[in-house]
């Protein structure tokens, strides 16, 4: 995962209105703990602003009047009306301790049933993990290419080496939905469809499009043997 500087101050005097000071000086309170004591300070806003306004995740090189520390950032409190940035919440991060943090889910790869006319569902863009900080990445890959229409890919089949995904395993992360542009394709018909994974309203869509196809292959043939069937002249 990618690190990046930032540099704070000692916070001397605490209180919502030293708090209120602060804010109009463009300096945001913060605490850092998961350490031998918690440690009150601030930080310069406008330098932060880069940082909670992207959806990447950061490890923290955090310097405070010299004092250096290796954190993430645990929770932020935003103004209700203005979403300026109130209070932030660091947590201390150490080499042989396990963390949970979440992850953007990155997809890769061109899917099948999506060049037969699946339609992607991204249910899940962000994956909640626990490891040490050396497993974790910048973000989770995965890997679309072999999903078919009607398949999905779960937070139990993802594979990280030293990472624990969190949630329900059985929670879909992406999947291939059926749509109203699927083609014929061979090696898709060959592939098992899992309605399981469908919800209601893309499991009658897609057996609506099994019937019409079905439909659509009759009037073929009825078409041919009428040809067949008549008199040479």
């Known amino acids: 995962m990618k690190s990046i500087e930032i540099s704070g101050n000692i916070r001397a005097e605490r209180g919502s209105a030293n708090a209120g000071i602060l804010r109009k000086e463009e300096k945001i309170p913060c605490v850092i703990y998961g350490g031998k004591e918690n440690l009150h300070f601030t930080v310069n806003e406008v330098k932060f602003e880069k940082i909670i306004n992207t959806p990447e995740v950061y490890f923290i090189a955090l310097d405070v009047d010299g004092v250096k520390f290796k954190a993430i950032i645990k929770q932020i409190q935003f103004h209700p009306v203005t979403d300026r940035v109130l209070h932030i919440d660091f947590l201390e991060v150490f080499e042989d301790k396990a963390i949970t943090v979440k992850i953007p889910v990155k997809l890769i790869g061109r899917s099948k049933g999506i060049a037969n006319g699946g339609t992607l569902r991204t249910a899940k863009k962000i994956l909640a993990i626990k490891g040490l900080p050396s497993a974790i990445p910048e973000n989770i890959e995965i890997d679309i290419t072999n999903l078919r229409i009607g398949q999905s ?64 292959e009759g009037e073929g043939e009825g078409e041919t043997k009428k040809e067949e069937a008549a008199p040479a002249q």
């Open 153 to 216: 890919i779960k937070v139990g089949e993802i594979d990280y080496p030293g990472l624990t995904f969190l949630g329900a395993s059985n929670a879909v992360v992406v999947a291939v939905k059926v749509s109203r542009a699927v083609i014929e394709d061979e090696e898709e018909e060959e592939e098992e469809v899992d309605l399981e994974s469908m919800s209601e309203e893309e499991r009658a869509e897609y057996e609506k499009a099994q019937a019409e196809k079905g439909e659509g």
